[in-house]
């Protein structure tokens, strides 16, 4: 069974740091595009980092120069280094899978995790 389970999310203040953790089982991260999104309350989810099937990296311009995306194909995970976080970085953060994909876009993937609750705030 294809499974996606994130960690590490909780209340953090202004200009600091987590790292979010998402494991995967059922597959293996080869092939598969791994995106990181995000949905504030009352908004829509959007994405906040793409892995393609290719190897390429893209933030989007809200986090870029502050997010990190990694991953560990040995432990079967990727990783979301969080620095500077800022209050309009909370929200429940998923990531998500899909096959041979160039692109994450939120309609197309496959896989998704149940989330982890990041909040920003002093």
């Known amino acids: 069974q294809l499974q996606l389970v994130e960690s590490g999310g909780g209340l953090v203040q202004p200009g600091g740091s987590l790292t979010l953790s998402c494991v995967f089982s059922g597959f293996t991260l080869n092939n598969y595009a791994i995106g990181w999104f995000r949905q504030a309350p009352e908004k829509e989810r959007e994405e906040v980092s793409c892995?393609?099937?290719?190897?390429?990296?893209t933030y989007a311009s809200y986090v870029e120069g502050r997010f990190t995306f990694s991953r560990d194909t040995a432990k079967n995970t990727v990783y979301l280094q969080m620095n500077n976080l800022k209050p309009e970085d909370t929200g429940v953060y998923y990531c998500?899978?899909?096959?041979?994909?160039?692109?994450?876009?939120?309609?197309?993937?496959?896989?998704w995790g149940e989330g982890t609750l990041v909040t920003v705030s002093s």
């Open positions: 892995f393609n099937s290719g190897g390429r990296t």
């Open positions: 998500a899978a899909l096959y041979l994909s160039s692109t994450c876009r939120r309609d197309m993937m496959d896989y």
